[in-house]
């Protein structure tokens, strides 16, 4: 491939909708969460290691997490490794990493990315990666989207104008999560597809994005140049967090942008968000549950059954739920009730860090 891209690895999130297996300490990013001995920080890293040299991979994570980062890519040099100071969403965390790659090459190609999805057809993938990188060019900004199979409301919407004899289109509506009356809207008119959070642009389109739609974001990062890379970077970083608003990269920019373009992949995606996405994946037992534990079912369907260890569980009566025990911590709830776990998390905090 020509113009070889940096790959941007955003791994700084909680994880809230995975927990009690999810911790603080130990977010899902850093969890072998589908059994492969590789947790999905380190799947992500060697996903992308057939289209970037080591030395073109950045990860950008929370300040506490930076050892874990070291542990799990010691391929990656310190400088290759971000930490922010507080979590203030996707933009700033998006900004931060573009301004620092922009001054080491203000030409560089980005491709941005989670850390927690799963990719099932890796060749289709980097295919459709390829492409998205030839097409991030004139100011474009490409996201990558997928055709959605159900009303999903945790996932942004992409509209776009189809075009015969193209691949790249230009998007009519971004549209952020929206409410679930709206998400069914758009499943059955069929003219929209998912954002599946991954995008490709040039640094400088990036930036100029920013200067347009965020300036005063735009103009806190710029204070850095001359700085990425010294040893006064840190502190500036602290400086900048403080001042800048937690907002995502959808609604500071993709939102407002005449220049956002997208390509459709089919690459057998999933977002990993929570345990119901996580149970979509795995193998279901004759009731539709899945089962991750020594455990005897009765009259028991579409369930989520995961407690490690030689624990014997005895499960009656349930229908759509997840069930898990981690550490100190038994969980017991709808599967698909997946916009209570930070309600969840906030009230155990109450009860002790330690159940956090």
Not at 157 to 168: A, G, L, R, S
Not at 169 to 186: D, G, Q, S, W, Y
Not at 196 to 204: C, P, Q, R
Not at 317 to 342: H, M, P, Q, S
Request: charged share 30%; net charge neutral.
């Amino acid at each position: 491939m020509h113009n070889k891209p940096y790959i941007l690895i955003m791994a700084g999130g909680i994880g809230a909708r995975f927990w009690p297996y999810s911790r603080r300490k130990r977010p899902k990013q850093f969890l072998d969460i589908l059994g492969t001995g590789r947790t999905l920080l380190q799947m992500t890293y060697d996903r992308f290691t057939e289209i970037a040299k080591p030395d073109q991979f950045v990860v950008i994570t929370y300040r506490k997490y930076l050892a874990l980062v070291k542990e799990q890519l010691p391929e990656l040099k310190d400088h290759q490794i971000l930490t922010e100071p507080m979590r203030k969403n996707t933009a700033p965390c998006i900004a931060y990493a573009t301004y620092k790659i922009y001054s080491l090459d203000p030409e560089a190609t980005i491709i941005v990315t989670p850390a927690d999805q799963l990719i099932l057809k890796e060749k289709k993938f980097n295919r459709t990666l390829i492409k998205a990188v030839e097409a991030a060019d004139e100011g474009r900004l490409i996201t990558l989207g997928i055709k959605p199979n159900r009303p999903e409301t945790g996932y942004g919407y992409i509209q776009y104008i189809e075009k015969p004899d193209t691949h790249v289109f230009r998007v009519k509506t971004f549209i952020e999560k929206p409410n679930a009356k709206l998400a069914k809207t758009f499943l059955e008119s069929g003219d929209f597809v998912w954002n599946s959070g991954m995008f490709v642009w040039k640094a400088k389109s990036l930036i100029k994005a920013f200067e347009k739609h965020m300036p005063d974001l735009a103009e806190v990062f710029e204070e850095g140049n001359g700085i990425y890379g010294t040893d006064r970077e840190a502190g500036f970083v602290v400086t900048a967090y403080a001042q800048l608003k937690n907002i995502s990269i959808d609604y500071g920019v993709m939102e407002k942008s005449s220049q956002v373009y997208v390509i459709l992949g089919d690459f057998g995606w999933s977002d990993l968000g929570s345990w119901h996405s996580l149970y979509d994946l795995r193998e279901k037992d004759e009731d539709n549950n899945v089962v991750q534990a020594n455990a005897i079912l009765y009259d028991t369907k579409n369930s989520f059954i995961k407690v490690d260890g030689d624990k014997l569980v005895v499960v009656q009566g349930l229908d759509n739920y997840i069930v898990n025990e981690t550490d100190n911590v038994l969980l017991i709830c709808k599967l698909d009730a997946e916009k209570k776990f930070r309600e969840f998390v906030s009230n155990a905090k109450k009860k002790g860090e330690d159940f956090i």
